[in-house]
């Protein structure tokens, strides 16, 4: 006979106040094989957990349900409070009578009645419960970031700092990210570059740190602490080992008016480039869709003036394959299309504002490039049109963010700030030059942004307009923006030089793609989505995958930066141990009624499912059997679901528990 015990939770008064938790405690304690139960204000305190060691000592319990929160919140926190009282960690679980009883219900007789039937469903399956023991798998002390930008940065060189080996893999020719692009930061308008490239180049130097660049994921298999991971290395068609990075070969090229990504096509580049020049690895990449040779045959010109003979038009995609014990993803952001024709939309481009047609309305980025020494214009901000400086200059904050219509209903988070940056690097270039910025709010979640906020209002002279712009046209050499200032009731219409449009910030493009490789989920926006908000913030529900940067969601350079710190150290935790131990609540086969109809490795998420073959003593194959490998498996239940023998089960989530449940309710 069991001898379970309840413990009911008051959670401050998130349960009590719609739970009768006393009435729950008292009917629990009448339940078959419940032999304790009791009620408490705070279950999860140190004293409330106090409460169920000493009960399981003097009560002599061989289960405990504790009714609270969510298992994802203290599920934990309870299974080691029962392990260090004796008791095996898997005989203890948790009643969820907050979020699925008294945030849910206004009655309060309902509620209770509930939150009793869900206490005396867990009693019934704890009563059940095997002691259960971890599953304990070899670790590949060997990390893979997935993105060069600061965020990618930072994780690897915190894990390689602390000895371990890791692979950094960037699309781009480059490291530096969007970072790379900036002009100055906030809010402290520190150099960009001057604070970023050194710690590109102590990426490139650091002899723990595999760098691919101009490469990309191609396949992930394996589960955490041991991945195996396919890594496409696109043809740069200039061989690294032997390129000094003289930069003839781009002097002499003749295919130079090329637009430039890296300067928001402002500038020009050679057919045969490296994105700016401080760029790491400083080795040139041929862009093959511009290049004479790649398209005609003829030219070749690098290939005869390059000394060490390091151009090669004859290079291929290179696979390398990298086993690693952890994954880092921070892939960054892309900024809003304005001129994109939205998914499902029959519009074929919003062109807001005039973008596209207008050529002085440009976006952030753009803006930062003219005011970046190492831009197409060197530092000095003028009108795309002419080339002259733009006196009066209108800012448009929101452009895409928070707007429904256009499938992009969150805050940007970064666009307040680098507005009111914006406004005072151009203030500092052109002295006599007023700037207006419409705005709907200002947000200034950081430490000192609202100081550097009001600074571009107060010190800096920018006129901010509360209040949305209607309409943009061209009038002679100015565009004319139409708006409102809703603080005064009043229509606004400004003739400026120069419009400068801070768009929305998104997931880089094929984010999708990568998460379905990496076995991770994202939302709607594809944003990656971390296991819990609160208490999992960098971690993946896919074990051994972590978050860093923006794309998780819109981050400034400083988050970015202290999340990616956080993932490197949930690595190093990682990776301290030789053997990783993992929850033993996973699938299991009975290999005496399996059909081999391998239904469950169809619809496994985990790729868990392996085929077994089973043989005599003489070594001849008998049949074939399902077979779960243990340390892959996610414990989701989809294969026990699934198999039609019923062969298939979840430790933990049994048959006989399920059906002891139902019964019981």
Known sequence: MSRIGVFVCHCGENISRTVDVEAVAADAGRLPGVAFACDYKYMCSDPGQNLLKKAIAEHRLDGVVVAACSPRMHEKT?????????????????????????????????????????????????????????????????????????????????????????????????????????????????????????????????????????????????YIGNFSVKIRKKARSVDMSKCTGCGVCMAKCPQKKIPNAFDCDRGLRPAIYVPFPQAVPNTPVIDRENCTFFKSGKCGLCAKVCG??????????????????????????????IGKKPAGSAIEGYGEFGYGTLPDVIDGMTFERLASASGPTGGRIVRPSDGKEPKEVVFIQCVGSRAREKGISYCSKICCMYTAKHTMLYKHKVHDGQAYVFFMDARTPGKGYDEFWRRAVEEEDAAYIRGMVSRLYQKGEKIVVMGSDISVGVRVEIEADLVVLATA????????????????????????????????????????????????GPKDIPESVSQASAAAAKVMTLFSRAQMERDPMVAR???????????????????????????????????????VNPGVCGGCGTCQATCPSKSVELDGYTDEQIMAMIETL
């Not at 038009?313 to 880092?328: F, K, M, N, P």
């Not at 998420?605 to 001849?620: F, H, L, S, T, V």
């Open 505 to 552: 910030v998104q997931p880089r493009q094929g984010a999708d793609s990568l998460a379905q490789k990496l076995g991770i989920s994202y939302d709607k926006y594809n944003f990656y989505s971390e296991a819990h908000a609160k208490l999992r913030p960098v971690e993946c529900a896919t074990a051994g995958i972590y978050l860093a940067g923006a794309c998780q």
């Open 589 to 627: 086969v009975n290999e005496r009624l399996c059909a081999a109809c391998l239904a469950c490795k169809k619809v496994c998420p985990y790729g868990a499912i392996e085929e077994k073959e089973i043989r005599d003593r003489q070594g001849n194959l008998v049949r074939t059997v399902a077979s």
């Open 78 to 222: 309870f299974r080691k409070a029962a392990e260090s009282a004796g008791l095996n960690a898997y005989r203890c679980e948790m009643a969820n009578i907050r979020e699925h009883c008294s945030w849910v219900h206004e009655d309060r007789s309902e509620a209770t009645a509930k939150a009793g039937a869900i206490v005396a469903m867990l009693a019934a399956r704890v009563s059940r419960n095997k002691s259960l023991a971890a599953i304990t798998v070899p670790v590949t002390k060997r990390a893979l970031v997935i993105g060069g930008g600061i965020a990618g940065i930072q994780a690897a060189l915190d894990i390689a700092d602390c000895g371990h080996d890791v692979v950094l893999v960037e699309r781009d020719p480059s490291i530096g990210g969007h970072m790379a692009q900036l002009s100055e930061t906030f809010p402290t308008l520190d150099c960009s570059q001057c604070i970023m490239t050194p710690k590109m180049v102590d990426v490139a130097n650091h002899p723990k740190i595999t760098l691919h660049t101009y490469s990309e994921i191609e396949q992930v298999d394996g």
């Open 308 to 337: 060490p003979g390091a151009v090669d038009y004859a290079q291929q995609d290179e696979i390398v394959l990298e086993s690693i014990g952890a994954i880092v993803v921070a892939t960054g952001f892309d900024l809003y299309d």
